[in-house]
């Protein structure tokens, strides 16, 4: 990797947002570092609709072939899996937001990470809870460059961005529309595009959980937010 291009370090709520989202972009960093947050089995057997419809019998099913599916997506960009022990909440309660950030941040640290993209959180529970828990360590670690990104098929919802983006304000994080570099590699657009969709189709399970036609949004211009600390609004 060059050694002016940044080290990349995505927060994945679940596995395939990472690569949903940001697909383009991994494919164009090599050796990016992709942590799903929740990433392990529940305890005890149980079924969830999700996983019916995704074609599991069981959720212990669902996270061996779901591993499985973001081990093949993650080799096919060159991206590294980091996997945190952490349930969905359709499985277990939700651990705290202190946890989640103490966790990630220790994570964080043990990487060469100077670059590192959080997902907005824009509508599904678990999302929400690691962007909370991004916020609260960004100020910590606010030497390092922080961007957003807008979940694919969430942000489609209308008003849900403009409504992320004036949360940050009033959290004194300002988000300026920008692009994590890519200097240093000399992929062009269209095989990152390729490259994208050939990962995407890893997911074969959450592909069918959506259903043909539900899911375009992932293959369209991925969006992102450079996120600085400033000044909180007062209220």
């Given at each position: 990797m060059s050694e002016t291009s940044p080290r990349l370090f995505i927060v994945s709520p679940h596995f395939d947002d990472a690569v949903f989202s940001c697909g383009a972009l991994l494919a164009a960093h090599p050796?990016?570092?992709?942590?799903?947050?929740?990433?392990?089995?529940?305890?005890?057997?149980m079924h969830t609709e999700w996983d019916k419809k995704s074609g599991f019998t069981d959720a212990q099913q669902a996270i061996h072939e779901r591993t499985r599916e973001d081990n093949r997506a993650l080799e096919v960009l060159d991206?590294?899996?980091?996997?945190?022990?952490?349930?969905d909440s359709q499985?277990?309660?939700?651990?705290?937001?202190?946890?989640?950030?103490?966790?990630?941040?220790?994570?964080?640290?043990?990487?060469?990470?100077?670059?590192?993209?959080?997902?907005?959180g824009l509508y599904h529970d678990d999302h929400v809870r690691v962007f909370e828990a991004c916020c609260e360590i960004l100020p910590r670690l606010s030497h390092l460059t922080w961007f957003g990104y807008e979940e694919a098929i969430h942000r489609r919802t209308p008003g849900v961005v403009q409504a992320r983006l004036a949360d940050l304000a009033q959290r004194g994080?300002?988000?300026?529309?920008?692009h994590p570099s890519a200097a240093g590699h000399t992929i062009d657009l269209q095989r990152r595009a390729q490259l994208k969709r050939e990962a995407v189709n890893a997911y074969e399970s959450q592909l069918r959980a959506f259903g043909a036609g539900n899911y375009d949004d992932i293959f369209a211009t991925e969006r992102y937010w450079q996120l600085s600390v400033g000044r909180r609004v007062k209220k």
């Open positions: 050796d990016a570092a992709v942590c799903t947050v929740f990433a392990a089995p529940p305890e005890q057997p991206a590294i899996p980091l996997r945190m022990p952490f349930r499985y277990s309660d939700s651990p705290s937001i202190s946890k989640l950030a103490a966790a990630l941040e220790e994570t964080i640290y043990r990487t060469t990470a100077n670059t590192l993209l959080m997902p907005l994080i300002v988000a300026t529309p920008a």
